[in-house]
């Protein structure tokens, strides 16, 4: 996103670290690795056993604008909440770091069983294997009103209407989470600093605010001031992992056993990558700061609204936590709904082999 963020990739790094989720912490620690190696496979080699962890991972972060309240509740037994699972099996429309986080309608799900039936059968060598994975992803024909689901199904209720569909799993409930958010004490700093100018112009999600909000006291605040840091009384990392429907060894291993795994994998491929994990904060802060003197005009201007929507989120201007008179003047608002917020995601990328 024209190199808006500063530290956000290192601090983010440093958060997962400090999670001490138990269950999210092996995932955060893999999805640090800077640069995935290059494994080449001959074609017809021996796979490897068959994991859901064995294909290489490149983890990428992006920023959500508007950010999403993250307010997700079940409405039948056996059920996921239907934004969960839109937001792990929709594939993001970019797999670029940095960019501005948008998900497009594609189906990671509907792709990874078009990718196993792509595999040519009759020289694969674990033929067994890929014919039961084919099953794992085959969808359920009971009701899903009276069926139970076999593994790695879960069931939906988009627009009302329950549904089978292949489960994605989230390391915490929204309502478990934003619970110990609200009775645990504050975590340890964590910021994202947003830049409103690259290159001496402003940045693709300062244009897109202020597009956004054309005329308001956000496009004051944005040509106004440099930049933005975004902090929480608590942030979080929830995982998205897959059900057993899923074999990623088979996405590296099946690319040696096909025509055109070109289709598939890359920056623009049908399984360019998946929505691994999104951080989440509570009680948000954001700070606008400049680094230049403003003219009292300025200021007046400034203040003349104290209560704003940036990034979705509702704020309240915080007196004490302002200072527009300095050589380094800052501005900031609080969240004025204390509730859980996604700010970003964070993008697992499934590489071609070989490039």
């Known amino acids: 996103m024209d190199g808006i963020f500063s530290t956000f990739l290192d601090e983010l790094a440093q958060f997962a670290s400090a999670d001490d989720d138990v269950e999210s912490a092996p995932v955060a620690r893999k999805m640090r690795v800077p640069g995935a190696p290059i494994i080449t496979m001959a074609r017809r080699a021996p796979p490897p056993p068959l994991s859901r962890s064995a294909t290489p991972l ?93 593994p790695g199904w879960t069931k939906i209720m988009p627009a009302g209407v329950l549904r089978w569909a292949p489960n994605w799993v989230a390391s ?110 509570f009680d948000v802060s954001l700070k606008f700061s400049s680094d230049q003197n403003l003219t009292q005009a300025q200021q007046s201007s400034i203040t003349q609204n104290r209560d704003l929507e940036l990034l979705g989120i509702p704020l309240a201007l915080d007196q004490t936590s302002s200072d527009l008179t300095g050589s380094m003047p800052t501005i900031a608002y609080t969240q004025t709904r204390k509730s859980p917020e996604i700010i970003a995601v964070e993008i697992e990328t499934y590489p071609l082999i070989g490039t």
């Open 172 to 281: 915490q409930t929204s309502k478990n989470w934003t619970n110990e958010a609200i009775t645990k004490p504050p975590g340890k700093p964590q910021t994202i600093r947003i830049s409103f100018k690259a290159g001496g112009q402003p940045s693709a999600v300062a244009r897109d605010l202020i597009t956004n909000h054309p005329t308001t006291q956000p496009e004051r605040l944005l040509r106004t001031f440099s930049g933005v840091s975004i902090t929480a009384k608590n942030w979080g990392k929830i995982t998205l992992s897959p059900g057993d429907w899923f074999e990623s060894g088979l996405l590296q291993v099946g690319q040696s056993y096909m025509k055109n795994p070109e289709m598939f994998f890359g920056s623009s491929g049908l399984l360019r990558g998946r929505v691994s994990a999104f951080y989440v904060g």
């Open 58 to 150: 490149t983890g990428r972060n992006q920023v959500l604008v508007p950010s999403q309240n993250w307010d997700w509740s079940t409405s039948a037994n056996g059920s996921i909440p239907t934004n969960q699972f839109y937001l792990a099996d929709n594939l993001p429309q970019s797999t670029q770091n940095g960019s501005e986080f948008a998900s497009s309608s594609d189906s990671f799900s509907k792709n990874y069983r078009l990718f196993l039936d792509m595999i040519d059968v009759a020289t694969f060598p674990a033929s067994v294997g890929l014919q039961q994975a084919k099953q794992r992803i085959t969808a359920p024909t009971s009701s899903p009103a009276s069926g139970t689901a076999p």
